[in-house]
């Protein structure tokens, strides 16, 4: 797409997304007392700062499963509100701190032809035990629970981390965007999960997250964003829990 064509289609999607509010308020009656109650709830969610959680918990999936109409590699998934650009380069492990468990995270990166590609960047971040992600407060350095690494000549990488816990997408579960999930009928657990992005120059980016097999709420995730080819099951070796991943990474568009 040229620059001239994308800077077309913002008029035309923001217009199509006006349209379609336009049309639910329609459709309902919906009265100025539910209007001014809906204004009320989103200036709660920007006063709680809870504007990214609630566009990444219900329109995030949606444009991972758009992507997926255009590729053959690996699943594109929820990347959430707590990715950092800045985290620090890891060679072997990822600082962790609390009441943690140890995973050894290993990787094999291929295209679509079956080849190893090597150099590529892969951001790894994961909550701690109390669901918190670092560099989001102050006592919570982002040195902690992320990093970013290398594949080497093998399309290979290896690091450890540790094993994230399910927890709650919001601390806040009666703030402004629980009571949305509570109003819809679904929980705020997540699963556990870690997620992932990988970066080639050539390649097209790969945001995605993996989950455990047997984990709880895997079926009742409040982002959707959970699918059968993301559940892995972990291994044990030399008393260390490992994760195996092989991600195949489609040509840049
Ligand atoms: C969301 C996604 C996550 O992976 C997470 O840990 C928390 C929230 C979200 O989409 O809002
Ligand atoms: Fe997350």
Redesign the pocket.
């Known amino acids: 797409m040229t620059d001239q064509e994308k800077s077309q289609r913002t008029p035309l999607i923001v217009g199509d997304i006006i349209d379609a509010i336009r049309g639910v308020l329609r459709k309902h009656d919906v009265t100025f007392e539910e209007y001014r109650a809906g204004f009320m709830h989103l200036m709660q969610l920007a006063d709680a700062h809870e504007v990214p ?1 609630l566009l ?2 219900y329109l ?1 999936q949606t444009i991972c499963d758009i992507e997926m109409k255009t590729r053959q590699g690996s699943r594109s998934n ?1 990347e ?3 990715f950092l650009e800045d985290a620090p380069m890891v060679t072997d492990t990822i600082k962790v701190r609390g009441d943690t468990k140890p995973l050894l995270i290993r990787c094999r990166v291929k295209d679509l032809q079956g080849q190893p590609i090597p150099d590529v960047i892969t951001d790894i971040w994961f ?1 701690d035990s109390n669901g918190d992600y670092s560099g989001y407060s102050e006592d919570f350095p982002k040195e902690y629970f992320r990093g970013k690494t290398t594949t080497d000549s093998d399309g290979l990488y290896a690091v450890m981390g540790s094993i994230p816990k399910e927890y709650p ?1 919001t601390s806040n579960e009666h703030g402004p965007t629980g009571t949305i999930i509570e109003l819809l009928g679904g929980q705020g657990m ?1 699963p556990q ?1 870690i ?1 992932f992005k990988y970066l080639k120059e050539g390649y097209a980016p790969l945001t995605t ?1 993996t989950y455990f097999s047997g984990g709880a709420y895997l079926k009742e995730d409040p ?1 959707g964003a959970v699918f059968d080819d993301l559940i892995h099951e972990l291994k044990e070796e030399d008393g260390v829990a490992v994760l195996d991943l092989n991600i195949v990474l489609d040509p840049a568009a």
């Open positions: 959680l990444d918990c995030n929820v959430g509100p707590y909550a997408m997540r999960h997620h997250q982002v």
